[in-house]
């Protein structure tokens, strides 16, 4: 299955993506698609209205951003991969308040196979700009991972000034201890797939909350665990010199949460 690209629903041309190649300025939303079902897509086209109004201050038809979805992975029946990213060929850098039209870039590929060994982060103090906003600014994500993995871990966690835990470089991550499911409240990208597990956790009587969590604090958690769109659950074996335990039960009953979530038809 090779990757399809289109752009407002046609096929791509080269120059149609010079602005996100050169401009760098948009957004977008990913996620996995099974007989053109998705779990989380009220949540996904969420995220892309409202971040289209702050980046852009335009609206943005999700219905037709549907029927384009629907377009790209027409013919595809088994599972697939599916982002889509929403910028502007018309925004002038010399003026990006000004308003400019939206376009909407579909992407369809081969599923993305992520491998959930336990892994191990290397926290960094980083913060995102727009934290909240799943943009296109990718770049400090990748770095800090380089970095991790130089020093020998898996990936990057990310604190903040104050020293909070927020988030690692493209997931959001959860700990276990004696009061249930922590989320870490510090600036963060709250993940669609965050918010499926946390959904799932709910409808099984399991208690969540959010709080401060600095790097001195992590070791009160017994267990530790990353999350997104690739991968509902992975279980984390250490944040830097702090071992976590890795339970198995544990991951399989958070699946079973993420899971819980009905399909959606896009």
Known sequence: MLQRFELNGAPTRAEDLAALALLNYGHFTSMQIRDGRVRGLDLHLQRLESATRELFSSGLDTDQVRAWMRHIVKGEPGPRSLRVTVFSRTMR???????????????????????????RLRSFRYERALPHVKHVGTFGLFHHRRLAQLDGFDD???????????????????????????????????????????????SHGIATSSLG???????????????????????????????????????RLLEECYEANPWQTI
């Open 93 to 119: 850098r010399e003026r990006p308040a000004e308003l400019s039209a939206i376009d909407v870039l579909t992407t369809s590929g081969p599923l993305r196979i992520v491998d959930a060994h336990p892994i």
């Open 156 to 202: 990057a966690l990310f604190v903040d000034s104050s020293d909070a835990i927020s988030e690692a470089s493209v997931w959001n991550i959860g700990f276990f201890g004696s009061t249930g499911i922590v989320w870490p409240d510090a600036p963060a990208l709250v993940g669609v797939s965050m918010q499926l597990l946390d959904e799932g956790l709910r």
């Open 213 to 251: 969590i600095t790097r001195t604090k992590m070791s009160a958690y017994r267990s530790a665990f990353l999350t997104n769109s690739s991968c509902a659950v992975r279980p984390v074996a250490a944040i830097d010199d702090v071992e976590f335990v890795v339970d198995d039960g544990l991951t």
